[in-house]
């Protein structure tokens, strides 16, 4: 709370914020996918 901005914005982010006790929480968690450049990718990042 105290890291917040003192006006709307901080009020309203506040207001969004969300707290759980525990580990159960009905969100899911992000699961990054493998991205394939192929040959041009390759080229772009110098290999």
């Known amino acids: 709370r105290r890291m917040l901005p003192k006006n709307k914005l901080g009020r309203k982010m506040l207001s ?23 040959k041009r990718g390759a080229s772009l990042l110098g290999a």
């Open 16 to 38: 969004k914020l969300k707290i759980y006790s525990g580990t159960d929480h009905p969100h899911q968690a992000q699961e990054p996918k493998v991205l394939d450049l192929g």
